[in-house]
């Protein structure tokens, strides 16, 4: 009957684990599509002011925007690897 118990209690801790791994997951994926989203935003405010310098404001943009993404997916990786070894 113990034992009963034991499993069960650590059954219920696994899923609640995978439960928060996922949201922590989606949580991730929507903060970096909101980061990338106020990225271009402003870059798209700062070639209306100053269009002769759209060159270098895109650049920056895409290079901020693949450092947002790059740490969102890092994230996103270590959450799957939660649920996949938990």
């Known amino acids: 009957?113990?034992?009963?118990?034991?499993?069960?209690?650590?059954?219920?801790?696994a899923a609640l684990a995978k439960f928060g791994a996922a949201l922590a997951a989606a949580l991730a994926a929507v903060a970096a599509a909101?980061?990338?989203g106020k990225i271009?935003?402003?870059?798209?405010?700062s070639i209306a002011r100053q269009p002769e310098s759209?060159?270098?404001?895109?650049?920056?943009m895409i290079i901020a925007a693949g450092m947002v993404e790059g740490a969102a997916l890092f994230?996103?990786?270590v959450c799957l690897l939660v649920v996949v070894l938990k």
Request: aromatic share 4%.
């Open 75 to 77: 994230a996103i990786i």
């Open 1 to 13: 009957m113990i034992l009963a118990t034991l499993i069960l209690q650590a059954a219920t801790g």
């Open 34 to 36: 909101f980061g990338i």
């Open 40 to 45: 271009g935003k402003s870059t798209m405010e």
């Open 54 to 60: 759209a060159g270098n404001l895109r650049t920056a």
